[in-house]
């Protein structure tokens, strides 16, 4: 029986993205990365990357140090208990320096060589597998190869343009996320709801019986039925009010398009949350802000004390002042992060 796979692009999906990663030293997981890949795997899928890697063309680097590349990936997933099934790279590119890959080649994402090779040598059903990258190419090799696109968004210190520009290049992915974390939470949804359908399946035979006793009490309604338009025939003079509420159907379609957009910005901001990088100066900020609020009620036990000094209270206020401003100096790095 095939496999299913998730097939990964390697920057900015998995590792950090520089530029052209030429040293080893220079991968580094982005947030998350191992956990998600380790729930992968228990879903049952094989983990594969397929990767551009035009560098090798370009002589930035040689296949030779892309290896030790791709092996100090394995072993900082291997750390955190995470493990590649296989890599896939297409060094190729036409407008190469090197002679040897300067070339087309159909292993050379948009084109799915590398999911159709991986399909064959490793017994790969690609109906049944995913595609998960942050650029057009990815999902285009992935629609071409017959899996389920998932198209997340750029690291936040890495957006160079915004991902609705996929749709103006003809490429829709069938789900965007965040990052590799919600696509892990889009595809368990996925799963759960295709077992669902099949269970609705099975359990419709009995269902569809159902009806035939329904339509044996039907004879004794028809008497109920005629009775109905001599009450309604009143109301049918009244044919004024219904134009008055037609109306106004304009402006109340406007109205929700304008909600509609706003909940669709509270929710993507709300998932941005949800999946983002977890911040220290974030929680620095949350619990000096709390002592903010001990200074504050301190110094209102002071002022109602009936033995009142004034130096408490100015020494109260001065701490509390003195830690809102550090409250402020942690939001402001955490927004130039």
């Known amino acids: 029986m095939p496999d299913k796979a998730i097939f990964l692009d390697r920057d900015d999906t ?23 890949l380790i729930q992968l795997k228990d879903l049952g899928y094989k983990l594969i990357i397929v990767t551009n890697q035009s560098a090798v063309a370009h002589g930035i680097v040689t296949e030779k140090i892309l290896g030790d590349i791709h092996d100090r990936l394995k072993h900082l ?12 790279y297409c060094p190729y590119h036409p407008e190469g320096v090197v002679p040897k890959y300067r070339k087309e080649s159909n292993s050379r994402k948009p084109s799915p060589g590398m999911l159709l090779q991986a399909a064959d040598e490793m017994d790969i059903d690609l109906s049944k597998s995913w595609c998960i990258g942050n650029s057009s190419r990815d999902i285009e090799a992935g629609l071409r190869a017959g899996c389920k696109t ?17 749709s103006l290049a003809g490429v829709n992915p069938d789900y965007k996320a965040v990052n590799i974390k919600e696509a892990v939470n889009i595809i368990k949804k996925h799963l759960r709801s295709s077992c669902e359908q099949q269970k609705e399946t099975q359990q419709a ?20 039925q005629q009775a109905v338009p001599e009450f309604q025939e009143p109301d049918i003079q009244n044919a004024e009010p219904p134009k008055q509420q037609s109306e106004p159907k304009i402006p109340t379609d406007k109205t ?3 909600l509609s957009s706003i909940l669709g910005q509270l ?11 977890f911040s220290i100066m974030r929680l620095l900020a949350g619990i000096v802000q709390i002592v903010v609020l001990f200074c504050l009620l301190v110094t209102v036990w002071f002022l109602m004390s009936p033995d009142r000094q004034d130096n408490p209270v100015f020494i109260a206020l001065g701490f ?7 409250t402020l100096t942690f939001y402001i790095m955490q927004g130039k992060k």
Request: hydrophobic content about 35%; overall charge negative; proline content about 11%.
């Open 77 to 88: 997933l291997a750390e955190k208990n995470a493990f590649l099934d296989q890599i896939y």
């Open 320 to 326: 509390a002042i003195v830690f809102q401003l550090m």
């Open 205 to 224: 035979p009995t269902i569809q019986a159902e009806p035939a006793i329904q339509t044996t009490e039907t004879p004794e309604q028809p008497e109920v």
């Open 267 to 277: 929710k993507s901001m709300q998932r941005t949350e949800m999946f983002g990088e």
């Open 150 to 166: 998932i198209l997340t968004d750029l690291p936040p210190s890495h957006q160079r343009q915004p991902t609705s520009s996929m």
């Open 256 to 258: 929700q398009e304008l």
């Open 14 to 36: 998995l590792i950090e993205d520089p530029g052209y990663i030429n040293d080893p030293e220079q991968v580094k997981l982005l947030d998350g990365v191992p956990e998600a």
